[in-house]
């Protein structure tokens, strides 16, 4: 009888785990026992009721009564070590306490009349309320009147240092950190124009995360802001804590392999993006902002080409594309040659890789496989242990068991030069999700390039390309300007003109 009833418990909890969890519009009726979330009691008593059991065994949760001369009862309400406790004291608790001590015998119709606090928000529905009362604000209910919410925050927050992930020689030493309202200020000093336009969202129905969508007014396609808007209000997962959750929902592809946004945690990349016409999407608690829409050679540019020369910032360009094509198929047509069409080689060449082959074990391809398994497992060891491990790591992994694997006979010097360059290659790109999607398909070439030959290495490009041509970032094309072709936006990627003096 008592495995009986145990079983039937787990069977419970399986079915709860499957169900749906309710929305938190279902659970403020359920909790408050009202049909109806937009109306507010203007009675202290009710009010009160309610917000013990919305907050009931939360003992950060705290109220404050003060009864006035007037006989109406002053209630607040505020979440501990959420408020700035001076404030507090010098804009409600010591104006009230001056207006008993007067013994001022007026009635007050204005929550204004008896604080002298300069941010005062009225509060339309329980939603409202509760969430308010949750960021930092203070409620305050004066009996009959209808309650406010007055802005007086004090979150503990990052003071505001160097990027960590995008490193640069020139332009400013200063990065986004993990507070939304403050990355917005931060934008706002880069762009002290009127046009720079922000809307709000409030997004997870659990987390509540702050979320804000800068655009410049007269620059952007306001299509594009309301197509972003709509997908924001459309998230209905219960918790968005940072950006790389919530981009998935702002993808028109959220399947494709490749980057169809780029995050940046430096000011000048996003308010240069601005500039352009796109729009920028900041989440509270996390360090990078989203920048939408993008094509694919939006993410080999980084805002330091400003600081560059043309033709600097033209080779560097180069260098990157071209050192994204090696990253993507070198190992793949190292196999290809090797296993299939060595007579394409020239001789010398072909014999030099023979002989580094002699006594080899593995086929190429096995070959191949192992050591680029071996490369990202180390990349991914060294990035995920503490920073002066990982450097030591990376150093003992590289060196110490490259040297002793070639000299063991386990793998080809030849091979060894072929990983390397390919690990070199795929670093110089500026967007670490396209060095994340370069990884995929170079195991998807090398898988093909090891059964068909440069045949199947043919194959994988066009699959590859025509993937690309079809992607989409926010209905804007991937491939832009190079598929649709626009030879004056292509030609600009690599030279642009300098900058006309006025005359």
């Known amino acids: 009888m008592f495995n009986n009833s145990k079983s039937k418990k787990k069977n419970d909890l399986s079915n709860d785990t499957n169900r749906p969890l309710p929305g938190y519009q279902e659970y403020l009726k359920r909790k408050l026992d009202i049909e109806e979330t937009d109306e507010l009691p203007t009675k202290s008593e009710k009010l009160h009721q309610m917000l013990d059991r919305v907050f009931q065994d939360s003992d950060d949760f705290q109220a404050r009564i003060l009864v006035l001369p007037s006989k109406q009862q002053v209630t607040i309400y505020y979440m501990n070590r959420l408020i700035d406790n001076t404030l507090l004291h010098d804009w409600v608790i010591e104006p009230l306490n001056k207006r008993i001590n007067d013994n001022n015998l007026s009635t007050v119709s204005e929550v204004q009349e008896a604080i002298q606090a300069n941010q005062i928000k009225k509060v339309s529905n329980w939603k409202q309320l509760i969430q308010q009362c949750l960021t930092g604000h203070l409620i305050l209910h004066v009996e009959n009147l209808e309650p406010v919410s007055i802005v007086i925050a004090s979150f503990e927050k990052r003071n505001i240092s160097d990027p960590t992930t995008e490193h640069q020689v020139y332009g400013p030493k200063m990065g986004f950190i993990e507070d939304s309202r403050s990355n917005v200020s931060i934008l706002r000093k880069f762009i002290a124009d009127p046009r720079l336009k922000m809307k709000e969202f409030f997004v997870g129905t659990l987390s509540h995360t702050h979320v804000a969508l800068l655009y410049l007014d007269e620059y952007v396609d306001l299509d594009l802001v309301q197509l972003v808007s709509e997908r924001l209000h459309n998230i209905t997962d219960d918790n968005v804590v940072s950006s790389g959750q919530l981009e998935k929902y702002l993808f028109d592809h959220p399947m494709s392999v490749f980057p169809q946004s780029m995050k940046t945690e430096r000011p000048d990349n996003a308010s240069y993006a601005l500039s352009q016409g796109k729009v920028i999407v900041i989440v509270d608690n996390s360090t990078f902002a989203i920048i939408l829409p993008i094509a694919h050679f939006d993410l080999f540019l980084t805002s330091e080409d400003n600081f560059l020369q043309v033709w600097h910032k033209t080779l560097l360009r180069l260098i990157r594309m071209s050192s994204l094509i090696i990253a993507t198929i070198f190992p793949a047509l190292y196999v290809a040659l090797i296993a299939f069409h ?38 991914e060891s060294s990035m995920r242990l503490p920073q002066v491990v990982g450097q030591t790591v990376g150093i003992v992994g590289g060196l110490v068991i490259g040297q002793a694997a070639v000299e063991a006979g386990v ?93």
């Open 411 to 503: 793998v080809s010097s030849t091979m060894i030069i072929v990983v390397a360059s390919t690990a070199i290659a795929s670093f110089t790109t500026p967007s670490w999700d396209l060095v994340s999607s370069v990884r995929v398909c170079r195991y998807l070439l090398l898988l093909l390039a090891a059964s068909l030959g440069l045949y199947g290495l043919s194959i994988g490009l066009f699959i590859i390309f025509i993937h690309l041509c079809h992607l989409t970032s926010l209905s804007k094309p991937y491939l832009s300007p190079l598929a649709p072709l626009n030879p004056k936006e292509l030609l600009q990627l690599f030279i642009q003109k300098p900058p006309r003096k006025k005359s």
């Open 342 to 379: 060595p007579e394409l080689l020239p001789s010398t060449l072909a014999l030099t890789i023979a002989e580094a082959r002699n006594n080899i074990p593995f086929t190429a391809s096995a070959e191949a496989f192992m050591m680029i398994f071996a490369l990202d497992v180390l990349v």
